[in-house]
């Protein structure tokens, strides 16, 4: 026993040595790396202040690396190896961007509301996708059916709404309703209310960060659709740049409805030269959005 008891002991007194060299070694690692982010940060910063060559992305990237880098370095052992409890705790994402930084990541803010006891459906046949939503009205809450065409399957998740997209190309199309428009038709209202509502800083788009460089390159009338067309960047998950976009955008106020649904197809600039831009006009010209048929079920959100 007395054996045993010496042996274990020994064990612990050899386990606290290695633990204090370890946390000797980590203490100046952190340190020295730490004092390179505030180096290179500063280095940044007086380029911005000569050149303004830093840009605003930068300084965030710059930031937001020596804010999570020492919840990263505790949550590394001295294998190597990420500890999930200390990674759990301290709320470090190594890499941001990728799906695990998506978990702390709130629901993008279409203002889709879907109606209690239904579903939002895709035909893989035929690609007719429609859902039933509430929208508000002068006479309170109005069901509207949504409907289009899309090349591409169902997007599921808790991120998604009513949305199809191609996960491989980023090719999609979701849908959105506006704020209240104040009583306005869909010829009354200015592109910038339209923008303004699916471009905001907790939109769909902006998940990784709000689109820059928007221009509009068309707009027209046809029938009761005002029909959008833009380019912007968004940021990309994949390679954390900022990537071209193409969208086309359909928007219309339904009978009873004193808000807009919007329906908004894009892919990035390369894949819209590579044919993206026809299966995304198609999309488009297929939406329609029109009072739901009258029910018995109750008018209230799901």
């Known amino acids: 026993f007395l054996n045993i008891y010496s042996n274990i002991i020994s064990h612990h007194q050899r386990t606290l040595r290695l633990l204090e060299q370890y946390l000797s070694y980590s203490t100046l690692y952190i340190m020295s790396r ?17 050149s303004m060559s830093c840009s605003r992305r930068e300084l965030i990237g710059w930031v937001g690396a020596a804010t999570a880098f020492p919840s990263i370095c505790n949550a ?97 199309a979701f849908l959105s309703v506006s704020q209240p428009v104040g009583g306005k038709n869909i010829d009354q209202l200015k592109d910038l209310f339209i923008l303004t509502n699916l471009l905001k ?56 409805s004193d808000q807009a649904v919007i329906l908004v197809a894009s892919a990035s600039a390369i894949q819209w030269k590579k044919g993206s831009d026809k299966a995304i006009a198609s999309t488009i010209e297929s939406f329609r959005a029109v009072p739901a048929p009258r029910s018995d079920m109750k008018v209230r959100s799901k």
């Open 76 to 172: 590394v052992g001295d294998d190597g190896r990420v500890d999930v409890d200390s990674y759990l705790a301290s709320g470090g994402v190594s890499m941001p961007m990728g799906v695990s930084g998506q978990a702390g990541k709130a629901k993008p803010v279409t203002g889709v509301i879907l109606r209690d006891g239904s579903e939002v459906l895709r035909d893989t046949r035929t690609g007719d996708v429609s859902a039933e939503i509430i929208v508000s009205g002068p006479g309170g809450n109005t069901p509207v059916l949504a409907s289009y065409s899309s090349p591409w399957s169902l997007a599921k998740g808790m991120v998604f709404d009513v949305e199809c997209r191609d996960a491989r190309t980023g090719d999609g």
């Open 201 to 256: 800083p907790n939109g769909r788009f902006s998940f990784y960060g709000e689109p820059t460089d928007v221009k509009v390159k068309a707009s027209e009338m046809k029938g009761n659709y005002r029909i959008i067309d833009l380019s912007f960047s968004a940021l990309s998950q994949a390679t954390q740049t900022e990537i071209p976009r193409r969208a086309r955008v359909a928007a219309t106020i339904p009978e009873g």
């Open 34 to 50: 730490t004092l390179f982010i505030i180096l290179s940060f500063l280095s940044c910063h007086n380029a911005f202040s000569l």
